[in-house]
């Protein structure tokens, strides 16, 4: 499937959450097999090819995409969740949002030090997500060298802070704007 007919089925829903932004829906395309298969397939290859060991995937939409490919290449997913969702003993990274603040949290014991751990996630947006996930893993000891995602958002910079914190950056399309 080629990179425009997979931008395709992304739905545009203009001013949600709120006025004026432009949320990409990516819950028509992982409603359409053959392009849940080819999204997850080549995010799959990717992270091959940047020899992961683990897939780490933000709570929610990052699960759909990171677990799938983590079964492809045959290893570990790790779920990086919102706050008091684990029952174990974890740890949590606080990270600004455009108003207020969020929290991650994952178990430690999830990744280890020989661990290369390629992040998954549905969107790229600021960034602040993704740089928070990759803080929260290099504190439990793992590699993270690479981060993977459907869609980028280039003009709102996000992946540009992802590479100025070492970490290589690809999406499978862009779309201008936010
Ligand atoms: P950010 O931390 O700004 O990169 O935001 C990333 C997270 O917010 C992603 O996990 C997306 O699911 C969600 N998100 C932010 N902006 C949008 C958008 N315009 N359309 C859809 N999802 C978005």
Redesign the pocket.
């Known amino acids: 499937m080629t990179s425009d007919a997979l931008k395709s089925l992304v739905r545009t829903v203009p001013d949600f959450p709120e006025p004026g932004?432009?949320?990409?829906?990516i819950t028509t395309l992982i409603g359409d097999g053959e392009g849940l298969a080819a999204s997850v397939h080549q995010l799959a290859e990717i992270a091959r090819n940047a020899g992961a060991t683990k897939i780490a995937g933000?709570e929610a939409?990052?699960f759909i995409f990171g677990a799938a490919a983590a079964v492809q290449l045959g290893i570990g997913f790790v779920p990086v969740r919102k706050p008091g969702k684990l029952p174990v003993k974890t740890i949590g990274i606080d990270y600004a949002l455009e108003y207020g603040t969020d929290r991650l949290e994952m178990d430690p014991e999830g990744v280890s030090a020989d661990d290369n751990v390629v992040i998954v996630?549905?969107?790229?947006?600021?960034?602040?997500?993704?740089l928070a996930t990759v803080e929260l893993l290099r504190m439990a000891g793992a590699r993270v060298k690479s981060a993977l995602f459907v869609v980028d958002?280039p003009d709102?910079g996000?992946a540009e802070k992802l590479r100025a914190a070492d970490v290589d950056v690809r999406a499978l399309m862009q779309f201008d704007g936010?």
Do not use: E, P, W
Not at 21 to 25: G, N, P
């Open positions: 932004i432009q949320f990409r829906d933000m939409r990052g996630d549905d969107l790229i947006a600021t960034g602040g997500t993704a958002l709102l996000g936010d």
